[in-house]
C-alpha cells in the first residue's frame, strides 16, 4: 500500500496528543434554545442564532412559498444564466435595511472575503489588518498578494503609527477590521478608525458578522451603531448568523458593488444561495424591519447572564455584546468545565488556543433571544454547579 498519505495519521495523531482533535457533536433537533445533541437534550450556548430566527416560522413559510415558484437551485452561476428577481430583491432589501445605495449576495460571509479583498487590491498594494480579525479576511488578503500589515488589536494609535510609516509606499491601502470580534465581544471603534482612513486616503472595509442584527438600531449593525451610513466604503455581513440562514453579503458604495459584479470571483464561477435561502433572508428582513423586539430580547437576556455571572464571581472578560466569554484560564480547566457542563444539560464550548491566546482558555456563552429567563436560570445553575466543584468561585 502507498505510503503517500501516511503524514495525515501522523498529523492527526498529534493533534489528539495535544489535545486539539476536533470532535464535533451531533445535533438531533433544529436550533434553537434547547438543542439534542448526541441523543441527549442540552441547552444551547454555542450557535450564532441570536435571534433565534434559524427556526422561526415565517422565514421557514417563506422558504417554502418560494421553492413553490422557483424551485430549489440557481443552476448556473448569475453572469451566465441569469439572476432570478428573488436575488435582487434580497439585494435591494438589505441596501436599503443598512442605509445605503448597493449590496451584492455571496454563498457565505467567507465566500464575500475572498470576492472582495482580491477585487480592491493588488499585490502592489497593502492591506492593514487587525491582528485579530478572522481567518476568511487573513485568506482573502492572501489571494489578493497585497503587502499585508498587521496593527495592534483595536489600537488606533498603531494603526496611525503604521500609515505614517507606510502609507507612501503604496499605491493602494486598505485597512480591513472585524465590527465584532467573536472570542472576546468587543467592539472595533470604526468611528475612529474611519477618521484615520479619511486622513491617509485608504479605503475602509469591515467585516460586521456578529454585528448584523445585533448591534444599531433594530440590528442595523457596526455602520449604523456609530452612525457612519455612507461613509464606509465596504460592508461584508453574513446572514448565517443573527440571520439564521446561510449566505454572505457587502452593502456599501455602489462602485464596489457594480466591480463586485464584474470581478468579485466567487460571484463570476460559483453559484448563488438557493432559493429558500433567499427567500428566508428576505423573510427575516421583514421580522427585523417590523419590530425591534427580538434584537432587544437579546440584549436584555444578554445583559441578565452577564450580571448574574459577574455576581457569582466568573470573569466575564472584556465583552460589550452579547458574547460572553467565561475566562477561565488553562485548556485544560476550560475543556474540563464544558464536559462538566454537559453533564448538567448544558451545550458549551471550550475555546483554547491557538483560536485564543495561551491562558486565555475560555468557555464561550453565545446568548440568543431564543433563550427564556428560566432557561438562562438553568444555565446560571450550571455555572454555579460546575464553578464551585471546579474551583473556579467560592463555594
Ligand atoms: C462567521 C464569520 C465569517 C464567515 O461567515 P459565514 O457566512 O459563516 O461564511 C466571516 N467573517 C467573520 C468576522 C465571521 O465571524
Given at each position: 500500500m502507498s505510503t503517500k498519505l501516511a503524514w495525515i495519521d501522523e498529523e492527526l495523531k498529534n493533534l489528539k496528543e495535544a489535545g486539539l482533535y476536533n470532535t464535533i457533536r451531533t445535533l438531533g433537533s433544529a436550533q434553537g434554545a434547547w438543542l439534542v445533541v448526541d441523543g441527549k437534550r442540552a441547552l444551547n450556548f454555542?450557535?450564532?442564532?441570536y435571534l433565534g430566527l434559524a427556526n422561526h416560522p415565517r422565514l421557514l413559510q417563506a422558504a417554502r412559498q418560494a421553492m413553490e415558484k422557483y424551485g430549489l437551485g440557481p443552476a448556473a452561476v448569475r453572469s451566465i444564466a441569469g439572476t432570478m428577481d428573488l436575488h435582487l430583491e434580497l439585494e435591494e432589501r438589505l441596501a436599503r435595511f443598512k442605509g445605503v445605495q448597493g449590496s451584492i449576495t455571496f454563498q457565505s460571509g467567507f465566500t464575500a472575503n475572498l470576492a472582495t479583498i482580491p477585487a480592491l487590491v493588488g499585490k502592489d498594494d497593502a492591506i492593514i489588518s487587525?491582528?485579530?480579525?478572522h481567518a476568511s479576511i487573513i485568506d482573502g488578503s492572501r489571494l489578493s498578494g497585497a503587502k499585508i500589515i498587521r496593527y495592534a488589536h483595536c489600537d488606533v494609535g498603531d494603526l496611525r503609527r503604521v500609515l505614517q510609516e507606510q502609507r507612501a509606499n503604496y499605491p493602494r491601502a486598505m485597512v480591513i477590521t472585524d465590527?465584532?470580534?467573536?472570542?472576546?465581544?468587543d467592539i472595533a471603534p470604526l468611528d475612529q478608525i474611519y477618521q484615520v482612513t479619511q486622513e491617509f486616503e485608504v479605503i475602509l472595509m469591515v467585516d460586521d458578522a456578529h454585528g448584523e442584527g445585533v448591534l444599531g438600531h433594530g440590528g442595523r449593525g457596526i455602520v449604523d451603531h456609530f452612525g457612519l451610513h455612507g461613509k464606509v466604503d465596504v460592508e461584508i455581513g453574513t446572514?448565517?448568523?443573527?440571520?439564521?440562514v446561510v449566505g454572505g453579503v457587502v452593502a456599501g458604495n455602489p462602485v464596489v458593488v457594480e466591480w463586485l459584479r464584474q470581478r468579485g470571483r466567487p460571484f463570476l464561477f460559483s453559484s448563488a444561495m438557493t432559493v429558500p435561502d433567499v427567500a428566508a433572508c428576505v423573510a427575516a428582513l421583514d421580522v427585523l424591519e417590523e419590530s425591534t423586539e427580538l434584537v432587544d430580547k437579546l440584549w436584555s437576556n444578554a445583559r441578565y447572564f452577564k450580571s448574574e455571572m459577574q455576581k457569582m464571581g466568573f470573569d466575564t472578560g472584556l465583552?460589550?455584546?452579547?458574547?460572553?466569554p467565561v475566562m477561565l484560564g488553562e485548556a485544560p480547566l476550560a475543556q474540563e468545565f464544558s464536559r462538566e457542563l454537559f453533564e448538567q444539560g448544558v451545550f458549551a464550548m471550550s475555546i483554547g488556543f491557538p483560536t485564543v491566546?495561551?491562558?486565555?482558555?475560555r468557555i464561550r456563552v453565545m446568548i440568543s433571544a431564543a433563550h427564556e429567563t428560566p432557561d438562562l436560570d438553568h444555565g446560571l445553575q450550571a455555572f454555579r454547579t460546575v464553578g464551585k466543584k471546579l474551583g473556579v468561585i467560592a463555594g
Amino acid at each position: 500500500m502507498s505510503t503517500k498519505l501516511a503524514w495525515i495519521d501522523e498529523e492527526l495523531k498529534n493533534l489528539k496528543e495535544a489535545g486539539l482533535y476536533n470532535t464535533i457533536r451531533t445535533l438531533g433537533s433544529a436550533q434553537g434554545a434547547w438543542l439534542v445533541v448526541d441523543g441527549k437534550r442540552a441547552l444551547n450556548f454555542c450557535s450564532n442564532n441570536y435571534l433565534g430566527l434559524a427556526n422561526h416560522p415565517r422565514l421557514l413559510q417563506a422558504a417554502r412559498q418560494a421553492m413553490e415558484k422557483y424551485g430549489l437551485g440557481p443552476a448556473a452561476v448569475r453572469s451566465i444564466a441569469g439572476t432570478m428577481d428573488l436575488h435582487l430583491e434580497l439585494e435591494e432589501r438589505l441596501a436599503r435595511f443598512k442605509g445605503v445605495q448597493g449590496s451584492i449576495t455571496f454563498q457565505s460571509g467567507f465566500t464575500a472575503n475572498l470576492a472582495t479583498i482580491p477585487a480592491l487590491v493588488g499585490k502592489d498594494d497593502a492591506i492593514i489588518s487587525d491582528e485579530l480579525n478572522h481567518a476568511s479576511i487573513i485568506d482573502g488578503s492572501r489571494l489578493s498578494g497585497a503587502k499585508i500589515i498587521r496593527y495592534a488589536h483595536c489600537d488606533v494609535g498603531d494603526l496611525r503609527r503604521v500609515l505614517q510609516e507606510q502609507r507612501a509606499n503604496y499605491p493602494r491601502a486598505m485597512v480591513i477590521t472585524d465590527g465584532v470580534f467573536s472570542m472576546d465581544g468587543d467592539i472595533a471603534p470604526l468611528d475612529q478608525i474611519y477618521q484615520v482612513t479619511q486622513e491617509f486616503e485608504v479605503i475602509l472595509m469591515v467585516d460586521d458578522a456578529h454585528g448584523e442584527g445585533v448591534l444599531g438600531h433594530g440590528g442595523r449593525g457596526i455602520v449604523d451603531h456609530f452612525g457612519l451610513h455612507g461613509k464606509v466604503d465596504v460592508e461584508i455581513g453574513t446572514l448565517s448568523k443573527a440571520f439564521g440562514v446561510v449566505g454572505g453579503v457587502v452593502a456599501g458604495n455602489p462602485v464596489v458593488v457594480e466591480w463586485l459584479r464584474q470581478r468579485g470571483r466567487p460571484f463570476l464561477f460559483s453559484s448563488a444561495m438557493t432559493v429558500p435561502d433567499v427567500a428566508a433572508c428576505v423573510a427575516a428582513l421583514d421580522v427585523l424591519e417590523e419590530s425591534t423586539e427580538l434584537v432587544d430580547k437579546l440584549w436584555s437576556n444578554a445583559r441578565y447572564f452577564k450580571s448574574e455571572m459577574q455576581k457569582m464571581g466568573f470573569d466575564t472578560g472584556l465583552s460589550s455584546t452579547p458574547i460572553t466569554p467565561v475566562m477561565l484560564g488553562e485548556a485544560p480547566l476550560a475543556q474540563e468545565f464544558s464536559r462538566e457542563l454537559f453533564e448538567q444539560g448544558v451545550f458549551a464550548m471550550s475555546i483554547g488556543f491557538p483560536t485564543v491566546p495561551r491562558g486565555k482558555a475560555r468557555i464561550r456563552v453565545m446568548i440568543s433571544a431564543a433563550h427564556e429567563t428560566p432557561d438562562l436560570d438553568h444555565g446560571l445553575q450550571a455555572f454555579r454547579t460546575v464553578g464551585k466543584k471546579l474551583g473556579v468561585i467560592a463555594g
